[in-house]
């Protein structure tokens, strides 16, 4: 059986391989690298299709966290909640910004920050909340939302693994005073290197992220403070805007897979992700009963790619210790140990879903 990854990018471009080719030739041809045409037509074509009224691009996700906290003006004694389920870039930005992480446990259905746990773990000194949309599922911001309001708290969206999801029918990084997106190569949005973008319908908000994503200048070698370098390539923007004209079809691919491996699933005893129309499925993410490293290690042995996302919650990562080792995450780190992400891609074929569930189903006993 041929190797099935977790992402395929080449089966995943092929239908758009020529316009995104002739777009980077444009842009070598054109001699004109950063912040030039591409850089802001891709700004107001994404915040056009995201529904902000300001959109304002940088080097990656990470640096779209940590402007969107120092732009919201958290700093060094403040506190900001968020999940202990999500990558390390999201506690990284709070800690690079000088505040500190308050980790909260999860819901287990949706592996999104569970709301009354976040109203349980407030202090103080708390000034945020971080909502993560993970795996392409928002988080339940009515909710979250209405904790932040009882308790004057700001509330800020990492939506790096959920470009186009919709809660309510608007898109999500809409809901708090920023939202921020990475542009990664695996992201429903992937790039072609790194990239990020913040969306804010906050006007001072917005000139403060796009002067601090270039050395804190809003005019050429005028400094009003201290700020980053971290600015999108032209050549990244120009192919973005070509894989942002497909989106939504690239999204719906994803959905299509993921209710061919609920479909296939049905009749086993692995969990899958409930069908929810707002879910965008940057992964597909199940829960295994049992055996979990023995199972993926199985999937291997017969070429079929998975992976953990994540091994450890953060409130057990050494880099937190001190900081997180307080923390009781019972659900963290349950699904820390059960959960098993799928191959999942725009152009996978139904036929690669059945050799994967079929290699999955047999690696079970």
């Known amino acids: 059986m041929n190797k099935i990854p977790m992402v395929d990018v080449l089966a995943w471009h092929r239908p758009i391989q ?8 444009q842009v070598l041809r054109s001699g004109r690298f950063i912040m030039g045409e591409e850089v802001e037509a891709f700004e107001q074509e994404a915040a056009q299709y995201l529904g902000a009224k300001y959109a304002i691009s940088c080097a990656n996700g990470t640096d779209a966290l940590v402007l969107s906290l120092h732009a919201a003006g958290i700093g060094p004694g403040d506190e900001v909640l968020t999940t202990g389920f999500t990558f390390f870039a999201t506690v990284e930005a709070i800690m690079q910004v000088g505040a500190t992480p308050v980790l909260v446990d999860i819901d287990s259905e949706t592996f999104n920050i569970d709301p009354v746990e976040l109203e349980r773990s407030i202090t103080s000194r708390c000034r945020a909340v971080l909502a993560v949309h993970l795996f392409g599922l928002p988080a339940a911001l009515n909710e979250i939302q209405a904790v932040c309001d009882r308790h004057g708290l700001k509330l800020l969206e990492d939506c790096a693994q959920s470009f186009g999801a919709s809660y309510q029918s608007r898109k999500t990084g809409n809901y708090g005073l920023l939202g921020a997106f990475s542009f990664f190569p695996s992201k429903n949005l992937g790039g072609f290197g790194d990239g990020g973008l913040v969306i804010t319908s906050d006007l001072q908000v917005a000139e403060t992220v796009r002067m601090l994503r270039n050395h804190g200048s809003a005019c050429q070698y005028y400094h009003e403070c201290s700020g980053y370098n971290s600015r999108l390539d032209e050549i990244q923007a120009g192919l973005l805007r070509i894989k942002l004209q497909y989106i939504e079809e690239f999204n719906n691919d994803r959905r299509k897979i993921a209710e061919w491996y609920r479909e296939l699933l049905q009749d086993t ?10 879910h965008i499925y940057h992964q597909f993410t199940v829960v295994l009963p049992s055996g979990r490293d023995m199972v993926k290690k199985r999937l291997a042995g017969k070429g079929v790619s998975s992976a953990i996302y994540y091994p450890l919650p953060l409130n057990k990562q050494r880099a937190l210790a001190g900081l997180a080792s307080e923390y009781e995450l019972p659900v963290c780190e349950q699904l820390s140990e059960h959960c098993l992400s799928l191959p999942i891609y725009p152009g996978m074929t139904r036929g690669q879903v059945e050799s994967v569930v079929g290699v999955l189903v047999k ?3």
């Open 363 to 365: 690696a079970m006993h």
């Open 269 to 278: 005893d692995i969990l899958c992700p409930e069908e929810r129309e707002e």
């Open 18 to 25: 020529k316009k995104l080719e002739e777009k980077a030739v």
